[in-house]
């Protein structure tokens, strides 16, 4: 059975060592904590934001591929995912407005032509 403590205190090592360019781990109890934290929400804030930009790429190749219906589907859920990202602070709201704003701009055009 492997130590994963001691595992974990590498990889965090490691990781700060990375992101911080070469600086060694915190010895302060707060900061070692917060190095934790930093990393776990940093996790979840790329997965927010690939979910919603891999439901902008499926838009927009239904779009291309012209399956209109799909696509209104497909606007619907990528809306949602960008209004996650926004609620969440991964992107900032003028930011999610513009996208939102971008994709129903080729959708109409889409149905339009």
């Known amino acids: 059975m492997q130590n994963t403590e001691n595992c974990d205190k590498i990889s965090y090592v490691v990781i700060y060592e990375q992101s911080k360019g070469g600086a060694k781990m915190p010895n302060i109890k707060s900061a070692k904590k917060r190095v934790k934290i930093i990393e776990k929400k940093t996790l979840q804030n790329s997965m927010i934001k690939s979910a919603y930009k891999s439901a902008i790429k499926k838009f ?3 779009l291309e591929a012209g399956n209109i219906e799909e696509a209104k589907s ?3 859920e990528a809306t949602k995912k960008i209004d996650q990202a926004c609620s969440k602070g991964v992107i900032v709201k003028n930011t999610a407005a513009r996208k939102k704003s971008s994709l ?6 889409a ?3």
């Open 60 to 62: 927009e190749s239904s």
């Open 74 to 76: 497909l606007f619907s």
């Open 104 to 109: 129903a701009k080729k959708l109409n055009a």
């Open 111 to 113: 149905t339009i032509a």
